[in-house]
């Protein structure tokens, strides 16, 4: 019998559904126990492993089968220390042991509707959309494989913030672009297991209902505080916004998505072929 308890209480804290009497899952042990991380040590994956997490990755569900995902390993030295440099706050991109970039391809489709004859238009927002979730699909997929092989990863969708840099360097052509880099190696130290905000505000029954948001924002504050507390110097734009009485996760994410990321990203779909329409 599998005992989840402890697990869903680290992650959650919620004192919601336990799953108690659930048979033993491994997978999904790891998965409720799982951490992003940034710290790897200097042993490099073997080439074999590596392969082998890319077919997974690519086993992942595709919409419509249409498998608008690709994955692009970026080893030169040079290559990974022109797109680290542009990132200097998140060293970790240019030192990680391996960098994959997982890129929506809207092109491939296009290019089969060439091939056969039948004129296809894959710029569209469907075409958008359908080439970023296969991507998002299969980065996860990857994911929860390396991390079950032991290794540790970060996903990196700040590469998106210099998008045409980056597409430069890669050579990406029109209708394909990032949708987030991933740093893989093994881990060094230990990390933590990020508290998620309470099921009662992520999950919904029948109907959706957000009633309760400003008490679940409240409560998974303070818990999140007692667990980690955003130290002092992480407090985003005090100069703007003054010191937070309380700085909570709330605080820090609103503050953060204030200030609106990815403004490169828009124009680059549209100078790249996309229509968006
Ligand atoms: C699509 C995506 C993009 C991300 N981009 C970055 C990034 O650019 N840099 C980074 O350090 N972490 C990045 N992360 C990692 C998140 O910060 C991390 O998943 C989140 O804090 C939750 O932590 P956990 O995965 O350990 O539960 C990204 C995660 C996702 C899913």
Known sequence: MGDYAN??????????????????????????????????????????LLDLLVAAAL?????????????LRVTDPDKRAAIGKLFPAMPWIGIAPVFFVFLGDARRLQRIGELRGKP??????????????????????MILCAESAGLGVCPISVIRNEVDTVAQILK???????????????????GYVSLRLPRGATTHR???????????????????DAR????????????EYGEAAFYGWSEDKAR????????????????HGFTLD
């Open 7 to 48: 697990l869903i209480e680290q992650r959650f804290g919620d004192s919601g559904p336990a799953s108690a009497g659930e048979p033993e899952n491994d997978l999904i042990r790891r998965v409720l126990a799982r951490k992003t991380v940034r710290r790897y040590s200097s042993t490099a994956p073997s080439e074999s």
């Open 59 to 71: 086993s992942a569900s595709a919409k419509s089968d249409f498998q608008q995902a690709a994955i």
């Open 120 to 141: 296809v238009r894959n710029g569209t927002l469907e075409g958008f959309f359908n080439a970023t979730v296969d991507a998002a699909l299969a980065m996860q997929t």
């Open 172 to 190: 990406l052509p029109d209708l394909v672009f990032p949708v987030a880099g991933l740093c893989v190696g093994y881990p060094s130290g230990d």
């Open 206 to 224: 029948e109907v959706y209902d957000d009633g309760a948001l400003a008490q679940n924002l409240d409560d998974y504050d303070r818990r999140r």
């Open 228 to 239: 980690h507390s955003i130290p002092k110097e992480q407090h985003r734009s005090n100069n």
């Open 256 to 271: 953060q998505a204030a200030k609106a990321e990815g403004a490169a990203f828009p124009p680059y779909l549209r100078k």
